[in-house]
């Protein structure tokens, strides 16, 4: 999954995709470097993010979306609000990718269900202006799966069909670095609820926090993208459907590499 954020303050790359021209020139690059699916959002969720007007999330998101499905490209739509979800359907996405799981709107499950399309359900515990104090847990692993499965009841219950639903662990969202790595070193318990498992780490802080002891600094996001590989190709040796990702090229070149080494070894 290739991803376009039609944002000016996304936390890695914000800005670069503002323009809608410029957004579906990326969006058509990823294709060709080898994205499967191209996500595109209108709203930063980076933290300590603002929410922006919803007029204005549709303003940046459809006519993105429309001329990518027009082109051919599968495209999920980034969102946490049912009326985005809805009117990015009806201009040609196939899917709806909500890091709320459908808590931050209480119609985008409903309206998902009527839709009928694939969900991205990541889990989730509150905006990015307070995600950080609620990184609490008794055990990582065990709460996050508990509380996606609870999650995963609701949405069907909601009428999603429960082949459409996809889980994401939210790596990042009221989760600390230690968190990150227990949920990818357990991926197998998020697994075993059933669902296929989307992992997006890409340019993540916790993965520029490796290099305090070797490098004179953090490096910026725009900097992760080869531990952004390493991260992205071990959880899909791990059994990940699918990895979230800004450099698609990359990545697909690295899982090209363990998988014919995987392939080899069987």
Do not use: K, N, P, Y
């Given at each position: 999954m290739g991803i376009v954020n039609v944002t000016p303050d996304?936390?890695?790359?914000?800005?670069l995709c503002a323009a809608a021209d410029s957004a579906i020139t990326r969006g058509l690059a990823l294709v060709a470097e080898g994205a499967d699916i191209v996500d595109v959002g209108g709203e930063s969720t980076r933290p300590q993010a603002q929410r922006v007007p919803v007029a204005e999330e549709l303003r940046r998101v459809l006519p993105v979306v429309r001329a990518l499905s027009a082109a051919g490209v599968l495209v999920s739509v980034d969102t946490m609000r049912a009326e985005v979800a809805a009117a990015a359907v009806a201009a040609g996405a196939s899917m709806v990718n909500d890091v709320s799981g459908g808590l931050a709107d209480p119609a985008m499950a409903a309206t998902v269900a009527d839709l009928g399309v694939p969900f991205i359900a990541m889990h989730w515990r509150g905006h990015s202006t307070?995600?950080?104090?609620r990184a609490v847990y008794d055990d990582v692993v065990t709460d996050v799966v508990t509380?996606?499965?609870d999650r995963l009841d609701a949405l069907?219950?909601?009428?999603?069909?429960?082949?459409?639903i996809v889980l994401d662990p939210g790596l990042g969202f009221a989760k600390t670095g230690a968190h990150n790595w227990a949920l990818l070193a357990h991926l197998d318990r998020?697994?075993?609820?059933g669902r296929p498992v989307l992992v997006g780490a890409s340019r993540k802080s916790f993965l520029g926090a490796l290099m305090t002891d070797v490098e004179a600094a953090i490096p910026p996001p725009a900097d992760r993208d080869d531990l952004t590989c390493a991260v992205s190709t071990l959880a899909a040796a791990a059994g990940a459907y699918c990895v979230r990702v800004h450099n698609v090229k990359s990545t697909r070149?690295?899982?090209?590499?363990?998988?014919?080494?995987?392939?080899?070894?069987r």
């Open positions: 996304s936390f890695s790359d914000g800005g307070t995600m950080a104090e509380e996606l499965a069907i219950g909601a009428g999603i069909r429960e082949d459409h998020i697994r075993e609820l070149r690295a899982v090209a590499v363990v998988a014919a080494w995987q392939g080899a070894t």
